[in-house]
């Protein structure tokens, strides 16, 4: 059985940093891509990032770009994201989620998601 679990998620105040990990478990970890989302009170859910899993392929979201930098620790059964320069836009429940095939930053595109770690970017 599939299981993701975030964690870091704080309250930071503009300009700071954090680092989020999503632990992963019940599964073949190499075979699988993993994504970073996001949801924001009364907005859809949104891709941030995510890496493929044997060559380490990356992508962002354009608002992230040179802020957010998604990696694994393949040994750990690990993903970091690392968030710098934090902005009150980027405040938002983040969620990993994993998949076969291809990365992509599409919601619909996972199937397995973990319960979510919130983050509140506030002065």
């Known amino acids: 059985q599939v299981q993701l679990v975030e964690s870091g998620g704080a309250l930071v105040q503009p300009g700071g940093s954090l680092r989020l990990s999503c632990a992963a478990s019940?599964?073949?970890?190499?075979?699988?891509?993993v994504g970073w989302f996001r949801q924001a009170p009364g907005k859809e859910r949104e891709g941030v990032s995510c890496?493929?899993?044997?060559?380490?392929?990356?992508y962002y979201r354009d608002s992230v770009k040179g802020r957010f930098t998604i990696s694994r620790d393949n040994a750990k059964n690990m993903v970091y994201l690392q968030m710098n320069d934090l902005k009150p836009e980027d405040t938002a429940v983040y969620y990993c989620?994993?998949?076969?095939?291809?990365?992509?930053?599409?919601?619909?595109?996972?199937?397995?998601w973990g319960q979510g770690t919130q983050v509140t970017v506030s002065s």
């Open positions: 989620a994993v998949r076969q095939g291809a990365q992509t930053l599409l919601v619909d595109d996972y199937k397995n």
């Open positions: 890496i493929s899993n044997f060559d380490d392929i990356t």
């Open positions: 019940g599964f073949t970890w190499d075979y699988f891509g």
